[in-house]
């Protein structure tokens, strides 16, 4: 079975807000954003501010500070006089973002195509081939493991982009789309995941074959496809 540690070192699923916080402020945005990502926290929950300050030890003002922070990144809405919310995206907004996110992501795969090994190319294969079983073991759920092979496959293309600045500012899309993941997209779900499979492995030929145009194209459209939206 194919796992994060066959990615090289250094390029992993990182998750964590890029911001400019130290100290607790900072380990405390990192903290709530791993909850937000896990689904601790869903669409339209308050995050209970009196009782972060009991557990994490601290003053409102680090909190405040990480919560801001949460905010910029589009995690959360500031209700004054009731607290932090997490948001609750439109149906506009959702196509909006994966919209954006098709055509950054679509990049990266013309990036990839362009640059990447044949050692690049099986490690991509084998975490897609794992991504196909786990849709068809459980075809009517997005499962945490097939979220967790999702940001696998994406982290090997990221990987094989080899730009690095470009692949941080990516994951800032790819973290949002993992919110948006965890919390549910509507639809159905079985078709899909059936219509994703069936662009990812396009994806992935196209990446292999060195092909940067189709892969771009295929990307975006496995994207979008992944999140029942159709452009």
């Given amino acids: ?21 130290s100290g607790k402020a900072a380990s405390i945005c990192e903290e709530l954003e791993r909850r937000i990502l896990a689904g601790v926290y869903s669409f339209g929950d308050m995050l209970p501010t009196a009782d972060l300050v009991t557990e994490f030890k601290i003053s409102r003002a680090p909190l405040t ?22 948001i609750t995206p439109t149906a506009e907004q959702v196509h909006d973002f994966y919209l954006m996110f098709s055509r950054v992501e679509g ?62 500012r990516a994951r800032n899309y790819r973290r949002v789309a993992t919110f948006y993941l965890r919390n549910g997209l509507p639809g159905d779900i079985p078709y899909m995941l059936r219509v994703s499979t069936a662009d990812r492995v396009a994806v992935t030929e196209a990446i292999a074959a060195g092909d940067p145009d189709q892969a771009e194209v295929q990307m975006a459209r496995y994207v979008l496809a992944g999140s029942h939206i159709n452009n």
């Avoid at 540690?5 to 990182?14: E, N, Q, V």
């Fill in 107 to 168: 990049v990266m795969a013309r990036f990839a195509a362009e640059r990447r090994s044949e050692e690049d190319v099986v490690l991509l294969r084998e975490i897609g081939e794992y991504l196909s079983k786990e849709a068809k073991a459980s075809p009517a759920v997005i499962s945490d493991h097939y979220i967790e092979l999702l940001l696998m496959y994406h982290d090997a293309i990221l990987m094989m982009a080899r730009s690095r600045l470009e692949v941080d």
């Fill in 65 to 86: 500070a990480a919560l801001n922070q949460l905010r910029a990144a589009g995690y959360l809405s500031i209700i004054p006089q009731v607290g932090s919310q997490v």
């Fill in 1 to 21: 079975m194919v796992d994060r540690h066959d990615l090289p070192a250094g390029w992993g699923s990182d998750l964590g807000v890029y911001h400019s916080l």
